[in-house]
């Protein structure tokens, strides 16, 4: 089975950085895109970042463009969300997804002074 297990998330300051990270296990980590979605208390779902493995192509919302990284540790099959200079509108919960099609638990990323 497929399996993604979000970790990371944390009550931040504005401002402040934090790093999100996904384990996951069950298929062919460097053949599939990995992407972060999140969902903001009330709101739906918004698209974050994707990241194709085989060649390292990502793409962005214009939101989080600039202030947000996706990366990957290959050796590891685990995805990355690097988000720096949090806005209140960054709280939400963070998903981990494979292909879009499978999706993790979810880490609850709060911003807040």
């Known amino acids: 089975d497929v399996q993604l297990v979000e970790s990371g998330g944390a009550l931040v300051q504005p401002g402040g950085s934090q790093r999100l990270s996904c384990v996951t296990s069950?298929?062919?980590?460097?053949?599939?895109?990995m992407s972060w979605v999140r969902q903001a208390p009330g709101k739906g779902l918004e698209w974050v970042a994707s990241i194709f493995n085989y060649t390292e192509n990502i793409h962005y919302a214009d939101s989080v463009k600039g202030r947000f990284t996706i990366s990957t540790d290959s050796a590891k099959n685990t995805l990355y969300l690097h988000i720096n200079d949090l806005k209140s509108d960054d709280t939400g919960m963070y998903y981990c997804a494979h292909n879009l099609r499978n999706w993790g638990q979810g880490t609850q990323v709060t911003v807040s002074s």
């Open positions: 069950g298929f062919t980590f460097s053949t599939s895109t």
